[in-house]
């Protein structure tokens, strides 16, 4: 089993809609880590909110847009 899958998976003591909250935060914070920095407004913030409930390898392919992007730039 893959760390994505470890992490996305249900945990026994937890309720479906507490593992979509957690899920959805974990995905939210590693996409704001990688805008760190950057000037977010509402519109943004929403998209993101939007983006942490998609399928892990969509977040995961944005993610990694992201870090290489910032990596050319300089920015790390």
């Known amino acids: 089993m893959s760390g994505a899958e470890t992490l ?8 479906t ?8 935060a974990d995905r939210a914070a590693a996409l704001l880590e990688l805008l760190d920095g950057v000037e977010l407004g509402e519109h943004d913030r929403h998209v993101i909110e939007w983006l942490a409930d998609q399928d892990t390898s969509i977040v995961g392919t944005v993610a990694s847009l992201l870090y290489r992007a910032r990596a050319v ?4």
Request: hydrophobic share 20%.
């Open 8 to 15: 996305d998976s249900q945990q026994p003591d937890e309720t």
């Open 17 to 24: 809609d507490q593992w979509r909250a957690r899920r959805h």
């Open 73 to 76: 730039d300089g920015a790390w």
